[in-house]
């Protein structure tokens, strides 16, 4: 992917990767807001790392994958596990199997330190063969089990040639990831800022072919902050005959573009979406083609390993925070049919069943986005700007003891305990992200 402007950036990304390891253990941290151009960066640093003959293991997760239990670690380590694993000790082997899924675990129960140990060996043999960047975008969505054992494997290799190139949102309710903790006081953080007049015009040139005439691209760039996700999608919402000396004519919340480009499409298209999003990266093959193709064609998503993928994850943020409570319950009540991992399917059961509110829609007093005379705006996930005294105070119920009912088989017979402890936490995790959410722009304004 070509990266337009950001000379400064690539440098930095360069000069980390240039380093000498002697340290050991290093990470370089891309952070900045949603749409801001972190992932491109990352995605460049991938790149420039395999370039420079480094092995890199790396994983994207969705946001909604954030409850899947090891699925950032089947990311990373899978392709090398059969590399590693015949030299690994039976247990330690069998514990990594059995959390990528490579091994039915049945009866087999992961004990979590035994899979951390399992974790720091593979690592520690593989940087032995050739240097190694573990690259994470999106870390914030790193599901937990996945991180626990990789900052316990991390805190054990402080003097081996590993290098990490972590992608995080900022935002109060985002914290720091646990595995820059791990690394220790070789963490280098680079904040990702906006893109800037001359950057976003070629941006909107290349992307969508067009160009603006410049009071409009000063005014997309003014209202965007010159966040290239926010600018596209306030770009891609003006008609060709938009005129320069006029305010925008068009909804100035990139939440709102986003919504009205996801109602653009049919209802069956948003249908099928909506079942890759809750899932998080479901097979295309279990989804009708012709359901899919208008969001092809309007550049919504894209296949990766055969599953469906938005292009970016606000699409997925917004399409599932406004479809209704009753359609998100459909949609993981037809993913527990579709599913093979059974913590997968208790989630999934679990989300489906009536008594769980805690994913209903935020009722926001927010009031229509007005500009700033202080600047440019740009969207803050968790800036705490939208706070109003009008903001209703009642929270749904959640109904935590039915809600992991599911789970009590799970947690009796300690199988399993960190994958459950992980489903756990991520059942809960609504509460807090609503919470966020209502801090936030991209809050909900139904
Ligand atoms: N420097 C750039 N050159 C070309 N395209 C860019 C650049 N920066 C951002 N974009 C485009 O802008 C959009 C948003 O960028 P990106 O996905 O990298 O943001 P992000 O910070 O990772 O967002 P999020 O936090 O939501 O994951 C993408 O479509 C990307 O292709
Ligand atoms: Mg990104």
Redesign the pocket.
């Given at each position: 992917?070509?990266?337009?402007?950001?000379d400064d950036e690539l440098r930095s990304l360069d000069a980390s990767l240039d380093r000498p390891a002697a340290g050991g253990l290093a990470a370089l941290v891309?952070e900045?807001?949603?749409?801001?151009?972190?992932?491109?960066?990352?995605?460049a640093g991938v790149e420039a790392a395999r370039k420079r003959g480094l092995r890199v293991l790396s994983s994207r997760p969705a946001e909604l994958e954030a409850g899947v239990a090891y699925a950032g670690l089947g990311d990373l380590l899978e392709n090398a596990l059969p590399e590693v694993g015949s030299e690994l000790a039976e247990p330690r082997r069998r514990a990594l199997e059995v959390a990528l899924l490579v091994r039915d675990r049945a009866d087999v129960p992961v004990d979590f330190r035994t899979l951390a140990v399992a974790v720091r060996s593979a690592l520690d043999m593989l940087a032995e063969r050739e240097p190694i960047l573990v690259a994470i975008?999106?870390v914030q969505w790193l599901d937990a089990s996945s991180t626990h054992a990789l900052a316990f494997a991390l805190r054990r290799l402080p003097g081996v040639n590993i290098r990490l190139l972590l992608?995080r949102?900022i935002g109060k309710a985002i914290p720091v990831s646990e595995l820059e903790h791990a690394v220790g006081d070789h963490v280098e953080r680079l904040h990702?800022g906006p893109?800037s007049v001359g950057?976003l015009h070629?941006?909107l040139q290349?992307?969508l072919g067009r160009v603006f005439a410049r009071p409009t691209l000063l005014r997309l760039h003014e209202t965007s902050g010159g966040?290239?996700?926010y600018?596209?999608e306030l770009a891609r919402a003006l008609g060709a005959d938009a005129d320069p000396t006029q305010p925008l004519p068009v909804p100035e919340t990139l939440e709102a573009l986003v919504r009205a480009r996801l109602d653009r499409l049919p209802d069956g298209t948003r249908e099928a979406l909506l079942l890759a999003c809750a899932h998080g990266r479901l097979p295309a093959a279990h989804l009708s083609e012709a359901a899919l193709e208008p969001a092809f064609v309007d550049g919504a998503i894209e296949l990766e390993d055969a599953a469906v993928r938005f292009?970016?994850?606000?699409l997925a943020s917004v399409l599932y925070q406004h479809a209704s409570l009753a359609a998100r319950r459909r949609a993981h009540g037809q993913l527990v049919e579709m599913v093979d991992d059974p913590l997968a399917r208790v989630r999934h059961r679990a989300l489906a069943a009536p008594s769980l509110t805690p994913l209903s829609p935020v009722r926001s007093t927010r009031r229509p986005a007005s500009r700033s005379p202080a600047g440019p705006r740009s969207p803050r996930p968790s800036s705490g700007s939208s706070r109003s005294p009008r903001r209703p105070r009642t929270q749904p119920r959640i109904d935590t003891g039915e809600l992991l009912q599911p789970l009590a088989p799970i947690s009796r017979r300690a199988k399993e305990p960190a994958r459950a402890s992980s489903l756990t936490s991520w059942l809960l995790e609504p509460r807090r992200a609503r919470r966020a959410a209502r801090r936030s722009r991209f809050c909900p304004s139904s």
């Open positions: 992917m070509d990266v337009i402007g950001r891309l900045g807001e949603a749409g801001i151009g972190k992932s491109t960066l990352w995605l975008d999106d992608a949102r990702v893109l950057g070629q941006l290349r992307r966040n290239p996700f600018a596209l292009t970016h994850p606000l």
